[in-house]
């Protein structure tokens, strides 16, 4: 009953279990909405129990459609998120039958919802989807790649209004979590002159990316919530910054990759505290976009860097917090587009 009082206070529309004992399969899919279009879906394998995995894909969902709406693109939002299988996926056959099997499972649903792939997913695993199910996107694109150029775009945007300047020479940035977002987006800042922290659960990971750029200093994940920074760059899982953290920060902008790392009772928390958050659908939004347009990489980042400005005017013009506005964008387009709907 929990869960389906957190779906009607999120607008969710549906959510799914699919199960499939002979691949594996074990997944949560949560379709957020279909106002403007299929549920566009990014696919996620972490090694996580059902509830986490339920509860994630409700998060991720909402924030896809926020995402689609905001940055123009006739999609709403869906999350499909995949429990590692007990045999896991080393051996390529294993994970090819994964995969197909949830196009199976999705065939039924392909007027609703379009597979892309998110974290622990990668173009090959959506190509072994789209043998089962032609509602696929993104098997061309680099999208992890686009979207950390894009993040590193909006920073910019950003930084002009927090920060008075989108030079990231001499700018500190404490970036937590270094996957494939988090190190494309420490590449392009470290290029321009930026001073980088930056943390990962897997300490391997974050002293590899520290040793192939210069200067880079390694901390912990919690010590870095403590790092003082002029920019706090969240590029992990989800809910990095609990709301009871946000007393330690000494950041004057969020502003990362990481899909929902504040909860609505955390926005709040970073607003009273004085720090600009720009929200993740906001910033993090290009590789969806090269994706669903086939646009390239430069042309995708400018779409976000361009959204953010927009954002940051809109703040500025009103004096609200862009956070607040970002949702109220994305919220708006969905409400006059459905509208059309209805007439």
Known sequence: MLILDEMQSRGHEALTLLHHAPSGLRAALAIHSTVLGPAIAGVRLREQDEGLAVRGALALSESLTLKAALAGLNYGGGACVLMMPEAGVEDPHAREA???ALG???QP???RV???????VTPADIAFVAQETPSTLGMNTDTSAVTGYGVYRGMKA???YALGSESMRGVRVAILGVGAVGRTLATHLHREGARL???DERADKAQALADDLEGVTVTGPQDLLDTPCDILAPCGYGHSIRSQDVSRLQC?????????PLSRQGEAAVKEAGIVYMPDYAINAAGLIAAATGVDAGQAAERVYQTVGRITATAEQYAKAPHVVARRMAERRIDLIGSLGRA
């Open 158 to 160: 950003a930084a002009r």
């Open 98 to 100: 994964l995969f197909r």
């Open 114 to 120: 379009v597979l892309t792939e998110d974290i622990g």
């Open 252 to 260: 004057r902008l969020i502003a990362g990759g990481e899909h929902h």
């Open 104 to 106: 199976r499972q999705v």
């Open 197 to 199: 922290t930056i943390a």
């Open 109 to 111: 649903l392909a007027s």
